[in-house]
């Protein structure tokens, strides 16, 4: 059995914007500042590259803090971490060694360390044996010896305060940038699992073509999930199997009845005096879009409306996955389910409205978990003060895969 080694041995959670990671110490950890080796870092998963010269420009925060103003030629700004897995080896080797700086102190305090720190990672419970051999490569090359994966939705259950050691199954989603992941758990081990790349991104693109399609005018990913993250949100009615999501809680459905959303929503935005839909400047390609006479940057805009078609496309293709996944299991193992619920993790699963959307498509409570951020890496940490998670073998294919 493993010893663990306080100080020396680390948590990591790969996410595809957002890398957390923490060392193994006594004590209570917290997401901000906090005593050295008793806090949770977190970097932006960004990578700048330049083409030109095959180099890694900037990593980390540094790369996030560049990449907001313009490039200079030949320089891309890359995510390394794509769904839970590595998309490009070189940056991903990059941003891991700038987390181990932060978390030990620099260069120098690694090169004085005589053996290298161990690791304790995340990694889709969906992921091949290559996928892990890959991760396990990059996690070597960036100065980590031992390296244990753990399954996300595990990670991600312990850290919301599941009792999935027991033999009682529940049921966990955990909605991040890239991946959105929903699994059984039971006995502490993960008995089914299904993930797709819904996560955040998916719902940034969904948005990116309903303002296209609304507007004539191509925005930015980063201005989609600018607006998805200000005031984007799902209507408290919005159903997954109609083809036309209800508009904003903020437009309403209108007098008349039978009328149709787009038309409800202008007869009483016309009838208000104030201010009701947010507006959002634009910029970029506007084709046959005229300018705003009230917008100070004389841009075209698009508002809370265009944002809430997008979420319901988006939403609607991640919720239909979710009910064929539950459809799918036993008629025991669902009735065995439905008592608890559904809980929900991941900075994706914040979305308002869309814990209520997932409850009302599966007929089961869908609560939210109280640190969703930051469950995975809370579990990661809370799995590590055991000497048994360190020597745990991860096996592939997974057992809810062999009888198939």
Request: contains cysteine; hydrophobic residues 45%.
């Amino acid at each position: 059995m493993a010893t663990i080694r306080p100080g020396r041995d680390l948590v990591l959670d790969l996410g595809t914007s957002t890398l957390r990671l923490a060392r193994v110490a006594a004590g209570k950890y917290t997401a901000g500042d906090g005593a050295d080796g008793r806090r949770i870092i977190e970097l932006p998963a960004l990578t700048l590259v330049d083409r030109q010269r095959h180099s890694v420009v900037a990593v980390g925060n540094q790369a996030a803090i560049i990449a907001r103003g313009t490039l200079p030629t030949g320089v891309e700004a890359v995510r390394p971490l794509r769904d839970g897995l590595v998309a490009t080896f070189d940056p991903a080797v990059a941003l891991v060694r700038n987390a181990l700086h932060e978390a030990m102190g620099g260069e120098r305090a690694l090169r004085r360390l005589t053996r290298r720190p161990r690791a304790l990672y995340s990694l889709p419970s969906t992921a091949t044996d290559a996928d892990r051999m890959i991760m396990h490569d990059v996690l070597h090359y960036a100065g980590l010896g031992a390296d244990t994966p753990v399954p996300v939705a595990l990670a991600a259950a312990v850290g919301a305060e599941l009792p999935v050691k027991g033999s009682r199954p529940r049921v966990l989603c955990d909605l991040g940038a890239g991946l959105a992941e929903i699994a059984v758990l039971a006995n502490g081990k993960v008995q089914v699992a299904r993930s797709w790349p819904l996560g955040g991104d998916w719902l940034d693109h969904t948005i990116v073509r309903a303002v296209r399609r609304r507007r004539g005018l191509s925005i930015t990913h980063a201005m989609a999930e600018a607006s998805r993250r200000q005031f984007g949100a799902l209507d408290e009615a919005y159903d997954y199997r109609s083809s036309n999501p209800p508009p904003p809680a903020d437009e309403g459905e209108g007098d008349a009845e039978g009328e149709t959303p787009r038309r409800a929503g202008a007869r009483r935005r016309n009838a208000n005096t104030q201010q009701v839909m947010a507006v959002v400047g634009a910029g970029g390609a506007f084709g046959d879009v005229g300018p705003n006479p009230h917008s100070r940057s004389n841009l075209p805009e698009f508002n809370a409306r265009d944002v809430a078609s997008g979420l319901g496309d988006g939403v609607r293709v991640l919720i239909e996955q979710i009910v064929w996944f539950w459809e799918d299991l036993e008629a025991g193992l669902r009735t065995a389910l439905a008592a608890d619920g559904l809980a929900l993790t991941g900075g994706t699963a914040q979305l308002p409205g869309l814990a209520a959307a997932i409850s009302r498509a599966l007929g089961v409570p869908a609560t939210l978990a109280a640190d969703p951020c930051n469950a995975t890496i809370r579990g990661l940490i809370e799995l590590s003060n055991d000497a048994a998670t360190w020597g745990t073998t991860w096996p592939w294919p997974p057992e809810w895969e062999r009888g198939s």
